[in-house]
């Protein structure tokens, strides 16, 4: 991590003069992850239909509500997702919103050579290529971790930003040795993650002991005092959402609660995770450093 020029008592500036940022960011994983890297996905039919009710019946309730606030995000999707339900992903593009990376398979890539990390990021940009005609610039990794030489490695194969680790609660450059910039690092953290509060899949069950899911009223509370503090403070807010987990229909009032949160200030910069690492370039005098 590079030391910035903001320490923990000055707030980052944002575009316009707003106070803070936010970076909405939904992870459309479908039916991938271990049960498909493992092979067992193709006997277990429930773990199927739980993956693929994401990207089939939450994406567009998550779409609509998202217009309805008029709030931008960013969709990780694996792109084996997008094989399979491209006309999901077309309309998100459409509606103006950001697809990223996240793997082919919702791979684990600290268990991968930088040979198949690099792999896994060619095979995912021919998809992405020929699908929805896009060269995604940002990635986050499926497994929340990766190797010692996965930065540099996407910074080689064209990445501009990551939204992956954990080391700051405002973005951040990872290391580099050519005196050009790594990639910019747009942190969120696991207790932002809605499968904390809100997962419930069964075979393979996740939690295991399936012991959890508390009252959607404290779940809404709880992200929006975390907002609240990252505003306060000037930051950078972004979410680790799963449109299967909370893009349900209960599920949606706790959405709906958090972004009448964010809509209730007129000084929040709402963007795509592009658009906060071009800003976070441009403020650190890398202009010359454009975001296709």
């Given at each position: 991590m590079l030391d910035s020029p903001y320490d923990g008592r000055r707030r980052p500036s944002w575009p316009s003069g707003k106070r803070s940022a936010v970076a909405l960011a939904f992870d459309v994983d479908?039916?991938?992850?271990?049960?498909?890297?493992?092979?067992?996905?193709?006997?277990?039919?429930r773990y199927f239909t739980e993956g693929a009710y994401g990207p089939w019946r939450a994406?567009?309730?998550?779409?609509?509500?998202?217009?309805?606030?008029?709030?931008?995000?960013?969709?990780?999707?694996?792109?084996?997702?997008?094989?399979?339900?491209?006309?999901?992903?077309?309309?998100i593009l459409r509606a103006g919103h950001e697809i990223a990376y996240h793997g082919h398979r919702h791979e684990v890539f600290i268990d991968c050579t930088p040979d198949q990390q690099l792999e896994i990021m060619h095979r995912s940009a021919a998809v992405f290529r020929q699908r929805l005609g896009i060269g995604p610039v940002g990635f986050r990794t499926p497994s929340g971790d990766w190797s010692l030489q996965t930065a540099a490695l996407l910074r080689d194969f064209g990445i501009v930003y990551s939204s992956s680790m954990r080391g700051d609660d405002r973005p951040y450059f990872h290391p580099s040795s050519d005196g050009k910039p790594g990639l910019v690092e747009i942190p969120g953290?696991?207790?932002?993650d809605d499968y904390t509060a809100l997962a419930y899949f069964e075979d393979p069950d996740f939690p295991v002991g399936l012991d959890r899911i508390p009252d959607f009223r404290a779940v809404e509370r709880n992200w929006r005092a975390e907002f609240e503090g990252f505003h306060r403070d000037g930051l950078c807010w972004t979410t680790i959402f799963h449109p299967k987990v909370s893009a349900k229909p209960g599920r949606l009032a706790i959405l709906r609660g958090l972004f009448e949160a964010i809509c209730a200030h007129d000084d929040v910069w709402v963007a795509r995770c592009r658009d906060v690492a071009q800003w976070w370039l441009d403020l650190h005098g890398f202009s010359d450093e454009v975001i296709a």
């Amino acid at each position: 991590m590079l030391d910035s020029p903001y320490d923990g008592r000055r707030r980052p500036s944002w575009p316009s003069g707003k106070r803070s940022a936010v970076a909405l960011a939904f992870d459309v994983d479908g039916p991938t992850g271990d049960a498909m890297l493992d092979g067992s996905l193709r006997d277990n039919l429930r773990y199927f239909t739980e993956g693929a009710y994401g990207p089939w019946r939450a994406v567009p309730r998550l779409l609509g509500l998202l217009e309805e606030y008029s709030l931008v995000a960013t969709f990780f999707v694996p792109t084996w997702v997008v094989e399979h339900w491209p006309a999901r992903c077309e309309a998100i593009l459409r509606a103006g919103h950001e697809i990223a990376y996240h793997g082919h398979r919702h791979e684990v890539f600290i268990d991968c050579t930088p040979d198949q990390q690099l792999e896994i990021m060619h095979r995912s940009a021919a998809v992405f290529r020929q699908r929805l005609g896009i060269g995604p610039v940002g990635f986050r990794t499926p497994s929340g971790d990766w190797s010692l030489q996965t930065a540099a490695l996407l910074r080689d194969f064209g990445i501009v930003y990551s939204s992956s680790m954990r080391g700051d609660d405002r973005p951040y450059f990872h290391p580099s040795s050519d005196g050009k910039p790594g990639l910019v690092e747009i942190p969120g953290r696991w207790d932002i993650d809605d499968y904390t509060a809100l997962a419930y899949f069964e075979d393979p069950d996740f939690p295991v002991g399936l012991d959890r899911i508390p009252d959607f009223r404290a779940v809404e509370r709880n992200w929006r005092a975390e907002f609240e503090g990252f505003h306060r403070d000037g930051l950078c807010w972004t979410t680790i959402f799963h449109p299967k987990v909370s893009a349900k229909p209960g599920r949606l009032a706790i959405l709906r609660g958090l972004f009448e949160a964010i809509c209730a200030h007129d000084d929040v910069w709402v963007a795509r995770c592009r658009d906060v690492a071009q800003w976070w370039l441009d403020l650190h005098g890398f202009s010359d450093e454009v975001i296709a």
